[in-house]
């Protein structure tokens, strides 16, 4: 079945340290994207990329990296910069192109808790 | 800039009640629009979309309709059923960014 796949589902973090979140997308989708969901708000982009070897911030990257060596892969890493990391972070893909290709599918998520 | 603004819930209903969700967007431009829902503990599900005025959504018995002249995109459903509690997103892709823009979600509690 194709899909993107985000581990771990839940993950916990001490204070100080980095933290990579993986996302896997078997839909041969161009691109992908990163958001940050907290209780109360909508979905926040953090970076997105629409070809291999290139991405962009969005709008909440601080203290957050990305990488794009793979056209399936589309890890984030969340860094000790980042002053409040605990939320829902969703990573999900979709076809570059016009309008009528924005449709975006999405991972399960992945919980972040800093302890 | 654009934006989208969804009615605040939670939104309690009964079994067989009739839903609507509120949405309206402020967007340069004609933007393609989209309802999204999120059950408990899972990432978003498209539900809908309308890419021109006049076009109507429509999945699962939900239906929306791109209203522009109301800059309106309202969700409704004839009947809930207690499967459909979730948490609704309602957003916009065009306008001056390229970018999906999303509202802050609407909870949805459907009681048997």
């Known amino acids: 079945d194709g899909g993107i796949t985000q581990s771990p589902k839940y993950l916990f973090r001490k204070e100080g340290q980095n933290v990579t979140l993986s996302c896997e997308q078997n839909?041969?989708?161009?691109?992908m994207y990163w958001y940050r969901q907290d209780p109360g708000q909508g979905l926040r982009l953090i970076y997105y990329s629409q070809i291999v070897n290139d991405f962009q911030k969005g709008d909440i990257a601080e203290g957050y990296s990305v990488s794009r060596e793979k056209k399936e892969s589309f890890p984030l890493t969340v860094t000790s910069a980042q002053k409040n990391p605990t939320a829902f972070y969703l990573c999900?893909?979709?076809?570059?192109?016009?309008?009528?290709?924005?449709?975006?599918?999405f991972g399960p998520g992945t919980r972040l808790t800093v302890l | 800039g654009d934006s989208v603004t969804q009615m605040e819930g939670p939104v309690t209903l009964s079994e067989e009640a009739f839903l609507t969700i509120n949405c309206t967007y402020t967007?340069?431009?004609?933007?393609?629009l989209f309802w999204y829902v999120q059950y408990p503990g899972e990432g978003l599900q498209l539900l809908l979309k309308?890419?021109?005025?006049?076009d109507k959504g429509s999945n699962k018995g939900f239906e929306a309709t791109y209203r522009k002249e109301t800059t309106s995109f309202h969700l409704e459903k004839g009947s809930v059923q207690v499967s459909d509690s979730a948490v609704y997103f309602c957003?916009?892709?065009?306008?001056?960014?390229?970018?999906?823009?999303f509202g802050t979600g609407t909870l949805l509690a459907v009681q048997p």
């Open positions: 999900a893909s979709s076809n570059a192109g016009g309008p009528l290709s924005v449709e975006q599918f």
């Open positions: 309308a890419t021109k005025a006049d």
């Open positions: 957003a916009l892709y065009g306008g001056a960014t390229n970018k999906l823009i």
């Open positions: 839909l041969n989708h161009d691109a």
């Open positions: 967007a340069t431009g004609y933007p393609s």
